[in-house]
């Protein structure tokens, strides 16, 4: 009995751990944390109910918060035969998720910095001279802000790919010819 108990406080510090993490990484919240704390330290799959209860939240609040969780790919809903509830389970293919998130999130993201660098080069082709000073100022600007989002975006397609991350694709550089 005394060791149940000991692994039910082990869990209540991970999940409160896991409250912390999220909470400070900016995008994830305290409550979505200790959900998936809860979730990830528990061999069976949980409802609704079953979380709010644990967690002493309303199940509304815990519905809210496991959208963002599922959208994330930190958490899966699951069948479980016989019951009509969403069950829900933690991810635990952690290279499976970031390469999600990255693929989904970050590239999104870097690619509409890319078309907004390139529409703004063909506005100012068009509406400036070659020998004006503020042209070659926001050219070159533009210039760096592609590199970087391209270098980050082929890091991201390497990982994606299982391949290594070069340094040369990260300053936005193709990578070197390998000497025979």
Same mark, same amino acid.
């Given at each position: 009995?005394a060791?149940?108990?000991a692994?039910?406080?082990?869990?209540?510090?991970?999940?409160?751990?896991m409250?912390?993490?999220?909470?400070?990484s900016g $995008? @994830?919240s305290? @409550?979505?944390g200790?959900?998936?704390?809860?979730l990830y330290?528990?061999p069976?799959?949980?409802?609704?109910?079953?979380?709010a209860?644990?967690l002493?939240q309303?199940?509304?609040?815990?519905s809210i918060n496991?959208?963002? @969780?599922?959208?994330?790919h930190? $958490?899966?809903? $699951?069948?479980v035969?016989?019951?009509?509830?969403? *069950?829900?389970e933690a991810?635990?293919d952690?290279?499976?998720?970031?390469?999600?998130?990255?693929?989904?999130?970050?590239?999104?993201?870097l690619?509409q910095?890319?078309?907004?660098v390139?529409?703004t080069?063909r506005a100012?082709?068009?509406?400036s001279s070659p020998?004006?000073?503020?042209?070659?100022?926001?050219?070159e600007r533009?210039?760096?802000l592609?590199?970087f989002?391209?270098?980050?975006?082929?890091?991201?397609?390497?990982?994606?790919?299982?391949?290594?991350?070069?340094?040369? @694709?990260? *300053?936005?550089?193709?990578?070197?010819p390998?000497?025979?």
């Amino acid at each position: 009995m005394a060791e149940g108990k000991a692994i039910e406080q082990a869990a209540a510090v991970f999940v409160e751990g896991m409250g912390a993490a999220f909470a400070t990484s900016g $995008v @994830l919240s305290q @409550l979505q944390g200790r959900i998936f704390g809860l979730l990830y330290l528990n061999p069976a799959q949980l409802t609704l109910d079953e979380i709010a209860s644990a967690l002493q939240q309303s199940k509304s609040n815990i519905s809210i918060n496991m959208r963002g @969780l599922v959208d994330w790919h930190l $958490v899966r809903r $699951v069948s479980v035969g016989r019951s009509r509830r969403d *069950h829900y389970e933690a991810a635990t293919d952690f290279w499976r998720v970031m390469q999600e998130i990255m693929e989904r999130r970050f590239r999104w993201n870097l690619r509409q910095v890319i078309a907004a660098v390139d529409e703004t080069r063909r506005a100012t082709t068009e509406s400036s001279s070659p020998r004006d000073r503020d042209r070659k100022f926001v050219e070159e600007r533009l210039e760096t802000l592609r590199q970087f989002a391209a270098g980050v975006d082929g890091a991201i397609e390497a990982f994606a790919q299982g391949k290594a991350v070069s340094p040369d @694709l990260m *300053h936005g550089s193709p990578p070197k010819p390998k000497k025979r």
